[in-house]
């Protein structure tokens, strides 16, 4: 079955960075290939919504939530599967699940977070 696995946060000072990882394994079994689907990184801090942060298309189209423009960079590397967010420049507010989506046409899949905390 399809999977994603997100690795990567962790705790970090204000100012600070972390790079997320979003591994896709399984893809054959959506139909498609992972190259050619959209990536999102979204994330939910306690008591908020689930936000999108940033996404990347298959041909490398990226957008980006105001909050994070210019600090946050998505990439992907369609070899390995996988997608990236680069975080710099962090701030408390970015405290949050960080929570990666694969679209596949008219459906999508999700990973199981990875925890980014942000200290003052």
């Known amino acids: 079955q399809v999977q994603l696995v997100e690795s990567g946060g962790g705790l970090v000072q204000a100012g600070g960075s972390l790079r997320l990882s979003c591994v896709a394994s399984?893809?054959?079994?959506?139909?498609?290939?992972?190259?050619?689907?959209?990536m999102g990184w979204y994330r939910q801090a306690p008591g908020k919504e689930r936000e999108l942060v940033a996404s990347?298309?298959?041909?490398?189209?990226?957008d980006y939530a105001d909050s994070v423009k210019g600090r946050f960079t998505i990439s992907r590397d369609n070899a390995k599967s996988t997608a990236y967010l680069q975080m710099n420049s962090l701030k408390p507010e970015d405290t949050a699940v960080y929570y990666c989506?694969?679209?596949?046409?008219?459906?999508?899949?999700w990973g199981q977070g990875t925890q980014v905390t942000v200290s003052s």
């Open positions: 990347i298309t298959g041909g490398g189209t990226t």
């Open positions: 989506k694969m679209v596949v046409v008219k459906s999508y899949y």
């Open positions: 399984g893809v054959i079994f959506s139909g498609s290939i992972f190259s050619l689907n959209a």
